[in-house]
T-cell receptor, first 117, second 117 residues
Framework: AQKITQTQPGMFVQEKEAVTLDCTYD???????LFWYKQPSSGEMIFLIY??????QNATEGRYSLNFQKARKSANLVISASQLGDSAMYFC??????????????FGKGTLLTVNP | GAVVSQHPSWVICKSGTSVKIECRSL??????MFWYRQFPKQSLMLMAT?????????EQGVEKDKFLINHASLTLSTLTVTSAHPEDSSFYIC?????????????FGPGTRLLVL
């Protein structure tokens, strides 16, 4: 079984500063993918960044980077130079390749990020 | 690319009626579509996985006779909430994948807010 843990229900950050959102995971799959999504108050789920379990380098997408520490089973999201528009709920998710799983996404409970001006 | 639409975005209905929600992949063919339910301030809960031309796979605890899923084509999946009751009021969101690889993200629709009176 796969499990995603996000221990921070809420986080606050000052505009223009960097913030790290924590995510740890547990899986027995040898190959898996880790994803971060942003959900603003409108409800849509916006894909931010992906990290593969065999990727040697940490993923980066613009102001988003993923601090992937495989041995510690953590995949923290780092947002640099926070903007007011970054205020949203952030979900960490994992997709494995267990037989019969249909490659489902397992989501964490989310972290509500508030960016203060 | 990889746009998913959902219709309607809002629906209010009387208890006992049925409601159909459509999920369309606009610019790609989706081998698999997923239906989620999200209660306020909670994470996404997977209801079922829908594969084109075959029966949907429901998650444990989800009533297949109440939540009917039809994946008629590679671009359209529908969720019908039959005999809706107030406890079915929720945010329903679909997603679609282009393939089943672990690195392929799911692209989410904008969601449908259902209110059953």
């Amino acid at each position: 079984a796969q499990k995603i843990t996000q221990t921070q229900p809420g986080m606050f950050v000052q505009e223009k500063e960097a913030v790290t959102l924590d995510c740890t995971y547990d899986t027995s799959d040898p190959s898996y993918g880790l994803f971060w999504y942003k959900q603003p108050s409108s409800g849509e789920m916006i894909f931010l960044i992906y990290q593969g379990s065999y990727d040697q380098q940490n993923a980066t997408e613009g102001r988003y980077s993923l601090n992937f520490q495989k041995a510690r089973k953590s995949a923290n999201l780092v947002i640099s130079a926070s903007q007011l528009g970054d205020s949203a709920m952030y979900f960490c998710a994992m997709r494995g390749n267990s037989g019969g799983s249909n490659y489902k996404l397992t989501f964490g409970k989310g972290t509500l990020l508030t960016v203060n001006p | 690319g990889a746009v998913v639409s959902q219709h309607p975005s809002w629906v209010i209905c009387k208890s006992g009626t049925s409601v159909k929600i459509e999920c369309r992949s606009l610019d790609f063919q989706a081998t698999t579509m997923f239906w989620y339910r999200q209660f306020p301030k909670q994470s996404l809960m997977l209801m079922a996985t829908s594969n084109e031309g075959s029966k949907a796979t429901y998650e444990q605890g989800v009533e297949k006779d109440k939540f009917l899923i039809n994946h008629a084509s590679l671009t359209l999946s529908t969720l019908t909430v039959t005999s809706a009751h107030p406890e079915d009021s929720s945010f329903y969101i679909c997603s679609a994948s282009r393939d089943s690889s672990t690195q392929e993200t799911q692209y989410f629709g904008p969601g449908t807010r259902l209110l059953v009176l």
